[in-house]
Structures are given as C-alpha cells and as structure tokens.
C-alpha cells in the first residue's frame, strides 16, 4: 500500500481539456426525442452526467460529440419521450 504520493505508481491522464475529447464515438445507441411529448421538465439534462444535453425551447438538444449513449435520460424522463435507438440506423 503507497504511503506516499511519490510511491504511488504512474498512470494514464488526459492532457487536454475534456472538451475536446469527443467521446460520442463510444456510442452504441443514442438518443432521440420526441419533442412534441416533451413537457421541458428537464430531467434528462439534470441527470446527463457528460453534460451532453442543452436547453431549448423546442426540447433537449443534444451534443453527439460527447453523448456517451448511456440512457440515464430515457430512463429518467417523466414522459418516456426519448428513445434509445441503434447508432448505425
Ligand atoms: S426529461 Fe423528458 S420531458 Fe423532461 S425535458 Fe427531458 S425530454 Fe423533455
Ligand atoms: S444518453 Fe447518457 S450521455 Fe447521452 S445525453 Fe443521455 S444521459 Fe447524456
């Protein structure tokens, strides 16, 4: 067990600001919503742990540059109006 921090061994870091690592490249599915069910509760962007959502009038504006497809929106939205569809489709 290190004692130290100069005993603890080295290990990988990001270098740049994690902004700039687009991360959507990791999806499999990403998410879609309908936004005429959306009622702007903004739920899916409270839970979004990448920061992946944006507010707008019309409803959840998504960032697939970073957007994980984790589905913690869809499975946290009130009104079930995101869906969780294949990347390739
Ligand atoms: S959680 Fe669902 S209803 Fe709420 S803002 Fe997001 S998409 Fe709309
Ligand atoms: S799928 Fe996950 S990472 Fe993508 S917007 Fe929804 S909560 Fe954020």
């Not at 100069?6 to 994690?18: A, D, G, K, Q, R």
């Not at 742990?49 to 707008?56: C, G």
């Amino acid at each position: 067990m290190p004692q130290t921090l100069h005993e603890i061994p080295p290990t990988p870091i990001n270098t740049v600001n994690s902004a700039n690592v687009k991360t959507g490249g990791w999806r499999a599915f990403k998410p879609v919503c309908d936004n005429s069910k959306c009622i702007k509760c903004w739920t899916c962007w409270k839970f979004c742990p990448d920061v992946s959502i944006a507010i707008s009038e019309e409803g959840p504006v998504y960032d697939y540059d970073h957007c994980k497809g984790c589905g913690i929106c869809a499975a946290e939205c009130p009104v079930k109006c995101i869906q969780m569809v294949p990347e390739n489709k």
